[in-house]
């Protein structure tokens, strides 16, 4: 795999205490005492008097022997998820541990193993650091983290385990002030505390990477309170393009997919305008770029795929062979006279006769394999939208749009038209209803 581990990386605060690495059942990472003193609710030493079971939760009571942050009972409940599921810490009557508490899932006081609670035994730095908070003498905090690479198939799914990535950019903003780091070859990243606030972590990822998430806030309620912030970068290769008609003219609104010769994960696309398409996040492999098949014409079967350059035997094809994080940009799709495509195009408009900016458009087959047979093209400004259908095929038209202000689950849509594309079809006109 490619990992990113370049010379000369600078970072601010060097020797962060932060420890980052798989945690109990792969649930989370540990960190450092001041993060997870400072991240949480009431801080104690206790020993567990009892459990008992409510609903699928247990509830520990815990006899309190030493009391840190908002402690001052003498008998203290903490909820914890079922034992053996993603993150439920397994108390044991009788054992005592370094809990950390919140009331995050509640108007009870909850913990988990990503909270840092743990048997007291293992916990020496973590009490060490909260008597320092205690007495008045823990160190002033800082914010730290640290930036990985992995690698990822089309299908999303994570395929190796994570590699350090140096000299990447990270900035840390508070106030209109702001650190500029480098992470180190470690992956590391620290800057000072500079007061309580909150704090925007932001990462810029190098030519030929991605993240999902560039920027996290980290809010700090203590001048000694400290922050772990992590970011994973994943290889973003790139397949462009154009697909053109046997005339050469562009074609848009057309699905396009880059994927295996063979059967597995793909990527779709649609086209633009200009005919352009443009696939990013792609792993390094070797792949083809086809227009799935489409629905049936009267008298025949589903229509073949067809695959770059223009064909419909995969033996024949273009194979795309992507290094990590490469752009390639590939010579004009063009398809075959047998498989023509003509444009329907038409307006949106929402349920008070405003254009539906953002409404998703879909084709689907009509007739015994009724489903969607297209990615949605999506309406510009003005409600206006193209999306290319096979010539002489019947489809089904609608269009649909998550309401406005709303929840994601309210979803505005429009009633299914019934067409067949041929060359010459006026504009359209879908209308959006509030239909729940």
Same mark, same amino acid.
């Given at each position: 795999?490619?990992?990113?581990?370049?010379?000369?990386?600078?970072?601010?605060?060097?020797?962060?205490?932060?420890?980052?690495?798989?945690?109990?059942?792969?649930?989370?990472?540990?960190?450092?005492?001041?993060?997870?003193?400072?991240?949480?609710?009431?801080?104690?030493?206790?020993?567990?008097?009892? #459990?008992?079971?409510?609903?699928?939760?247990?509830?520990?009571?815990?006899?309190?022997?030493?009391?840190?942050?908002?402690?001052?009972?003498?008998? #203290?409940?903490?909820?914890?998820?079922?034992?053996?599921?993603?993150?439920?810490?397994?108390?044991?009557?009788?054992?005592?541990?370094?809990?950390?508490?919140?009331?995050?899932?509640?108007?009870?006081?909850?913990?988990?193993?990503?909270?840092?609670?743990?048997?007291?035994?293992?916990?020496?730095?973590?009490?060490?650091?909260?008597?320092?908070?205690?007495?008045?003498?823990?160190?002033?905090?800082?914010?730290?983290?640290?930036?990985?690479?992995?690698?990822?198939?089309?299908?999303?799914?994570?395929?190796?385990?994570?590699?350090?990535?140096?000299?990447?950019?990270?900035?840390?903003?508070?106030?209109?002030?702001?650190?500029?780091?480098?992470?180190?070859?470690?992956?590391?990243?620290?800057?000072?505390?500079?007061?309580?606030?909150?704090?925007?972590?932001?990462?810029?990822?190098?030519?030929?990477?991605?993240?999902?998430?560039?920027?996290?806030?980290?809010?700090?309620?203590?001048?000694?309170?400290?922050?772990?912030?992590?970011?994973?970068?994943?290889?973003?290769?790139?397949?462009?393009?154009?697909?053109?008609?046997?005339?050469?003219?562009p074609v848009a609104g057309l699905t396009i997919e880059l994927g295996p010769a063979g059967a597995g994960a793909s990527r779709r696309v649609v086209t633009d305008r200009a005919g352009r398409y443009l696939l990013e996040r792609i792993p390094a492999g070797r792949f083809v770029l086809s227009v799935p098949a489409g629905p049936s014409l009267d008298g025949e079967g589903r229509s073949p795929r067809i695959l770059?350059?223009?064909?419909?035997?995969?033996?024949?094809?273009?194979?795309?062979?992507?290094?990590?994080?490469?752009?390639?940009?590939?010579?004009?799709?063009?398809?075959?006279?047998?498989h023509a495509y003509v444009p329907i195009s038409g307006v949106v408009f929402d349920p008070d006769g405003a254009p539906a900016e953002g409404a998703r458009v879909y084709l689907k087959s009509v007739g015994g394999n009724d489903r969607i047979v297209s990615e949605p093209v999506v309406a510009d400004f003005m409600g206006r939208f193209v999306i290319a259908a096979r010539a002489g095929a019947g489809y089904g038209?609608?269009?649909?749009?998550?309401?406005?202000?709303?929840?994601?689950?309210?979803?505005?849509?429009?009633?299914?038209?019934?067409?067949?594309?041929?060359?010459?079809?006026?504009?359209?006109?879908?209308?959006?209803?509030?239909?729940?």
């Open positions: 795999m490619r990992t990113v581990l370049l010379s000369g990386a600078v970072v601010l605060g060097l020797g962060s205490s932060l420890v980052l690495g798989q945690g109990p059942q792969g649930c989370c990472e540990s960190a450092a005492p001041c993060v997870s003193y400072w991240a949480a609710g009431p801080v104690f030493v206790g020993r567990v008097e009892a #459990i008992r079971r409510v609903g699928t939760s247990r509830v520990a009571t815990f006899a309190v022997l030493e009391g840190f942050a908002g402690v001052r009972e003498s008998t #203290i409940e903490v909820t914890t998820g079922p034992v053996g599921q993603r993150c439920g810490f397994s108390f044991a009557v009788g054992k005592e541990y370094m809990v950390y508490a919140d009331r995050s899932g509640g108007p009870g006081l909850a913990t988990s193993r990503c909270s840092g609670t743990r048997a007291v035994e293992d916990a020496g730095s973590d009490l060490a650091y909260a008597r320092e908070v205690r007495l008045g003498t823990a160190p002033a905090g800082y914010i730290s983290g640290r930036v990985r690479t992995t690698l990822r198939d089309l299908a999303g799914k994570t395929t190796d385990v994570p590699q350090p990535a140096a000299d990447i950019a990270v900035t840390v903003t508070r106030d209109g002030m702001t650190d500029i780091l480098t992470s180190d070859r470690a992956g590391d990243f620290r800057t000072a505390n500079r007061g309580p606030g909150a704090y925007r972590i932001s990462v810029r990822p190098p030519e030929g990477f991605y993240a999902d998430d560039t920027s996290t806030t980290a809010t700090l309620r203590d001048p000694r309170a400290c922050a772990a912030v992590g970011f994973t970068l994943h290889d973003n290769g790139q397949v462009a393009g154009r697909v053109v008609d046997r005339a050469a003219r770059h350059p223009g064909v419909e035997g995969v033996g024949r094809a273009t194979r795309v062979a992507l290094t990590a994080g490469q752009r390639l940009e590939l010579a004009d799709f063009r398809l075959p006279a047998s038209l609608f269009a649909e749009r998550a309401r406005p202000g709303g929840s994601s689950s309210r979803v505005d849509s429009a009633d299914e038209m019934r067409l067949v594309a041929v060359d010459g079809l006026k504009p359209v006109r879908l209308t959006l209803a509030r239909r729940y």
